[in-house]
């Protein structure tokens, strides 16, 4: 289970973000931070045994001010992501903590690459039968809800804005999301919950890492 002095510690920062207040609270930001990274670590463990992931990476609570209008030093959040193995298996999970029921997970492609994105587009101009099925079915669509993520407002280059798939073709992001109350995040059930969430998500990893492994015409690229 999740410490709850890790939200503690967070509502505390977001009332005193700055240098002094944090330099003064470094011990307890230390314990928070601990124990933020066991069950990360735990959770890597855990997920590993119902996919292959290479690694997991627990993101610095130190915000990168130099080009953003909001100069606080500090996240209020402790947030990190699981990355599979690749080139055979594509996509990603993530998680993030942060009080106030302001938690998520999230799944999916956050920032494909220029031919990864172009070869995703192909295969929704040449048929989105597929995708369509997986992300519409209950049980799917039940834990995950609908495909989120950023997108043009017309069609890219090259694109008919005028083709029955063209609200896959405009998207920059596939992305999935779920939240939870801070109540959840503190429930017995809250590890188990996401495991459960993440393994719902295969079949569509299954189809976008078939995809981005083979051609148009199905063939392997790896």
């Keep these: 289970m999740i410490s709850k002095n890790i939200f503690s510690f967070l509502k505390a920062l977001k009332g005193h973000n700055d240098r002094e207040w944090f330099k003064e609270n470094i011990s307890t930001f230390r314990t928070a931070e601990s124990d933020v990274k066991l069950f990360y670590s735990q959770l890597y463990g855990q997920l590993n045994q119902v996919d292959s992931i290479d690694n997991f990476k627990v993101f610095r609570i130190y915000r990168d001010v130099r080009f953003s209008k909001n100069k606080t030093p500090y996240k209020t959040h402790f947030s990190g ?12 999970y993530y998680l993030h903590l942060a009080p106030n029921n302001e938690s998520f997970i999230a799944t999916g492609f956050w920032n ?8 995703l587009r192909k295969e929704f101009e040449t048929d989105a039968e597929d995708i369509r099925a997986i992300i519409a079915e209950p049980r799917f669509k039940a834990v995950w809800g ?8 017309s069609a890219p280059r090259g ?18 999301s779920k939240k939870y109350t ?3 995040v503190f429930s017995d059930q809250f590890t188990q919950n996401v495991l459960d969430s993440f393994k719902a998500i295969r079949p569509y990893f299954d189809y976008m890492s078939s995809v981005l492994t083979t051609n148009l ?6």
């Design 81 to 92: 992501s699981f990355y599979r193995t690749k080139p055979e298996l594509r996509g990603g």
């Design 112 to 119: 494909p690459n220029k031919e990864d994105l172009m070869r």
């Design 146 to 153: 609908p495909l989120e993520g950023d997108e043009l407002q």
């Design 159 to 176: 694109f008919d804005k005028q083709h029955p798939n063209i609200d896959l073709i405009r998207k920059k992001q596939f992305i999935f």
């Design 182 to 184: 801070d109540k959840e």
């Design 217 to 222: 015409n199905g063939e392997s690229i790896l």
